[in-house]
């Protein structure tokens, strides 16, 4: 495992409660916008997932179908029925569809654990439903929201760029 980065310790410095109603709001978001994705999800919607950001100091834990996401300091022990570990800006990036998640697991930029069929479906689920986290994370607020949704679009650009991220 590599040294952790400045960006690490300064988000290892934000409270985890401040993580925890934040990521809470863009999940939410993200469900209201995408009903069909637990109906994709089928019986895999209520399993846990852990996504692990290799270069964070946090753990997602998320089940889909009960609305559940925690937020854990990583490394933690988690019960979960599969886990996805990858830099931030990868797991940003395959929960929009915007990278090809097999070539990023064959080249060993995402590991996955457990139970592989879950896995495949919460992958397939995201792939239909066009997430666009800047258009909706941005919505409905207020007469700022097209700027917010400009900067944040901006910033996932540059940030995939930095990364290296190829979009799929």
């Known amino acids: 495992m590599p040294l952790p980065t400045p960006a690490f310790w ?21 469900l209201d916008h995408h009903p069909r994705l637990l109906e994709r999800m089928g ?18 834990l998320i089940t889909p179908g009960t609305h559940r996401l925690t937020v854990a300091r990583h490394p933690a022990r988690v019960l979960a029925n599969a886990t996805i570990s990858a830099p931030i800006v990868l ?6 569809g ?27 689920a995201l792939d239909d439903a066009a997430i666009d986290l800047p258009r909706e994370l941005a919505s409905g607020k207020g007469p700022l ?4 949704e400009s900067a944040l679009a901006r910033l ?10 190829r979009w799929n």
């Open 98 to 124: 915007k990278a090809d998640g097999d070539a990023a697991f064959f080249a060993r930029g995402i590991e996955i654990a457990g139970d592989m069929e879950a896995i495949l479906a919460v992958r397939n």
């Open 91 to 96: 797991l940003l990036a395959l929960l929009e």
């Open 145 to 148: 929201h097209r700027r917010l």
């Open 43 to 60: 019986s895999h919607a209520n399993q846990t997932f852990a996504f692990v950001p290799t270069d964070l100091p946090w753990v997602f």
């Open 10 to 30: 300064v988000a290892n410095a934000v409270p985890l409660p401040v993580i925890q109603a934040a990521a809470n709001r863009a999940f939410a978001t993200v």
């Open 156 to 165: 996932r650009a540059m940030l995939l760029a930095r990364e290296g991220v």
